[in-house]
């Protein structure tokens, strides 16, 4: 079983407040993503890493920040939370030594900004 | 740009029966093709994979099929459960070591008791 982690697992927060969302993943993956999932369901990528210092904006827009320091810790930053803002944000790992490099995924974050 | 259609996006079955998900792709370069399952309050979980030079695979009461040149795979659930009550999606990862996943649009199982 895959041990990534994200917390707070709920956060209600006011507008304007600066949030971090917290990931991290014992497992020595070399790749982190983060994804937006719209109640509605579909997961969309916002932010990727390859490793150490390396971070990539996704296939969708996002107001968000990530950092890479360390290979276990992949945190989200939103400068300025706004209603828009809510959604549940998941994070996922992926080995790439691994021989079909599967995706591993925390349990999530439901942020609702008020 | 939507790249991999998923459908339908509910599906309600009875116990015993067979759950049918279907997707569709449009991209050639995707390399792996795997399901995720999600309950409530809870992450994806990988459920099973294909690659795209193999026809079909089974794993327990899941099965994928996997149609090359039709850009086609879905999931079959067997003997379905109400266990088995969860979001399915389908994914496609890009080769070329991007590793970069483009998800479907989520199926949204109910197993009837």
């Known amino acids: 079983e895959a041990d990534i982690y994200q917390t707070p697992r709920y956060l209600v927060i006011g507008t304007g407040k600066k949030i971090t969302l917290e990931c991290s993943q014992t497992m020595g993956h070399d790749k982190m993503y983060w994804y937006q999932q719209d109640p509605g369901m579909e997961l969309h990528l916002i932010h990727y890493?390859?490793?150490?210092?390396?971070?990539e904006k996704g296939d969708l827009s996002s107001e968000s920040t990530v950092s890479r320091i360390r290979t276990e810790h992949f945190p989200l930053t939103l400068e300025s939370a706004r209603p828009s803002h809510t959604s549940q944000y998941l994070c996922?790992?992926?080995?790439?030594?691994?021989?079909?490099?599967?995706?591993?995924f925390g349990p999530g974050t439901r942020l609702t900004v008020t | 740009q939507q790249q991999v259609k998923q459908s339908p996006q509910s599906l309600i079955v009875q116990k015993g029966g067979i759950s049918i998900i279907n997707c569709a792709y449009e991209n050639t370069a995707f390399d792996y093709f795997p399901w995720y399952q999600q309950f409530p309050g809870k992450g994806p979980a990988l459920l099973i994979a294909?690659?795209?030079?193999?026809s079909e695979k089974k794993e327990g009461r899941f099965t994928i099929s996997f149609n090359k040149s039709a850009k086609q795979f879905s999931l079959h659930i067997m003997d379905s459960q109400p266990g088995d009550s969860a979001t399915y999606f389908c994914?496609?990862?890009?080769?070329?070591?991007?590793?970069?996943?483009?998800f479907g649009t989520g199926t949204r199982l109910k197993v009837l008791a």
């Open positions: 994914a496609a990862r890009s080769r070329g070591g991007t590793y970069k996943y483009i």
């Open positions: 996922a790992s992926s080995d790439s030594t691994a021989v079909n490099y599967e995706q591993y």
């Open positions: 890493s390859y490793g150490v210092n390396s971070t």
């Open positions: 294909i690659r795209p030079d193999v």
